[in-house]
């Protein structure tokens, strides 16, 4: 491990790591919460056009794919909120969309190669430059501030759509506020874990602290622990065996999951059972 800190490269990656481990369960957890699980893999698919549209106009890819980005989040928000068309109907739209205008984009870049694609699809731990690392770092600045100064609104909203708006809370300026900020968490993972996969690491570490965590705040604080370990852990793993980082800290957090889910079963079988009066 000593090793892995002596390369500037890898320096640069595990800070990225790092951030990106806090960064997407945090928002992630609302989302689940919300049923809106897959919104981080049609964010995705958009985000790629975005970076295309980077190569192509000459400007820095990770600024366009955060716009990009936000603007589809912004739009399938409202088509959901509208009802004219069914969320996963609107969430295919953007799938489809997104990877098509992202591939005919980066077709017609100049430079424009596969390489430089599948570095953006599945991540890479030599690519994370300086000025990569300080968007990020910005970037997860701004998620972690939303979750901690909007957090009690955001879970009334994720609880209860109705209950909220009775409340008094913006609903959707808050539902607006959960799609922009998913989006910036998928241009912030997306040079480490890759934008393919990026909604695994939104949404697999809170499912593995669901399973341990009796509370919301709980399973929000152990899905960060559990990113940050399958980050960091999932980098420092394709450093050796030489592939693309984000297909083994997808695996990591998996492998998480399957040991907190027994885990969880032998914990919930040794708690006492409560006697009815």
Known sequence: MIELVQFGFMQRALIAALLVGLAAPAIGTFMVQRRLALLGDGIGHVALTGVALGFLTGTTPVLTAVVVAALGAVAIELVRERGRTSGDVALALLFYGGIAGGVLLISLAPGGSNSTLMSYLFGSISSVSVEDVWVIALLAVAVLGVVILFGRELYVLCQDEEVARAAGLPVRFLSLLIAVTAALTVVIAMRVVGLLLVSALMVVPVATGQQLARSFRGTMLLSMLF????????????????????????????????????????????RPQESIP
């Open 227 to 270: 990113g940050v370990i399958a980050t960091v852990g999932g980098l420092g793993s394709s450093f050796y065996v030489k592939v693309p980082p984000g297909a083994i800290i997808v695996v990591v957090a998996l492998g998480g999951f399957v040991l907190a889910l027994g885990l969880g079963r032998f914990v919930r079988r040794s």
